[in-house]
C-alpha cells in the first residue's frame, strides 16, 4: 500500500514533503548519488530504471497504492507511465508535464491525472496580479480535467490532438 | 490601468491565457523574435531590457494595475523585482521563483506574493495520489504566505533565512 515514486525531478522534493507521515513511499531513481542521498534521509529508495518492468515489478507496483510520475522529461514520464499502466492496469497513476502541450500524451499513456506546474503558477500569479483570490476558478479547471472527461475528449479526434504545436520542445 | 509582464518564459502563456480579455497587459522582453510574434498576435510588446529602470519608465510602471515577473530565471527575476518597487513603491507585484529555495530572496527583493509552481504541482500530484481533493490544504498554504506574515518571518532572522540550502543552483 505505498506509493511509488518513478524518478526525481524539480518537483520530488515538494511531493515528499507533501507525503510525509501521510503515506510511505519508495522512489525509483536511476541515479546513484540522489538515491544515497534520499537514503540517507531515510526515505526507501530503489536504484533502477524507473521506467523498467524489472524495477516496477521489484517495487511492488501491483500491490502499490498509487505512482506519481514526476522527472523532468516528459518523455521519461511517458514511458514510465506506459510501463506502469501495462503491470497494473487498475493503479492509480498522477504525472507533472513539463511541457503543457504534452498533458494529452501523458494522458494517453495511461495517466489518471496529469497537472501542468506551468498553468497552475500562471494562473495564480495572474489571479494575484488582478486581485483574484485564485481558488474558484483553479477548481473548475481542475475538475475541467478530469480523466473521463478528457477520456471523452480525446476519442473525438486524436489527429488534431497529437498535432498541436510542439512549441520550443 | 495595465498589467506589465516583465520578462518571458514557460509561465507567459499560461499568464497570458489567465489575462485574455479581463486585463490589458504589456509584455517587456529583449528577445526580438519572440516580440515580433507577439506583436503578431495583437499583443502590447516593449523590446526592451526587462529589469531596465528606462524600459519601466516607457512602460508607464508608475501607473501600471500590477507587475508580473516570471522569466525562468530567478536572479533576472530579483533585479526586475526590485527595479520596479523602486519606480513604484505602491505597485503589486507578484513573482514565480524558479527555484524554491529563491521564494524569500524575491519577496525580499520586494515582491508582494511569490509564488513555486513545482511546489504547487507537488501539493497536487500528492494530493491526487493520496485521494485528497487538494484545495483545501492548498488554500492553507497560500494564506500562510501572505506578504505580511513573510515579511514578520523574515524580520526575525536574515541570516538564517539566505544561509538555507541553495540546492542544485
Ligand atoms: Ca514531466
Ligand atoms: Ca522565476
Redesign the interface.
Known sequence: NH?LILGHG??????L???ED??SVLIITPDTERAQRLTERGFDVLTADPSGEESLERARVETA????V?TNNDAEDALAILTARQLNPDI?I???AT??ENENKLRRAGA??V????????????????GGR??EG??TK?LDEEPEKVMEQTGVDPDEEFGEDAGDD
Open positions: 506509493v524539480e518537483l520530488t522534493e515538494p511531493i514533503e507533501e507525503l501521510r503515506a497504492r498509487a505512482v506519481i514526476a492509480h498522477v504525472a507533472a511541457h503543457r489518471n491525472t497537472i501542468s506546474p506551468a498553468a497552475l503558477g500562471g494562473h495564480f500569479l495572474a489571479e494575484s496580479a488582478i485564485g481558488l483553479l477548481e481542475l
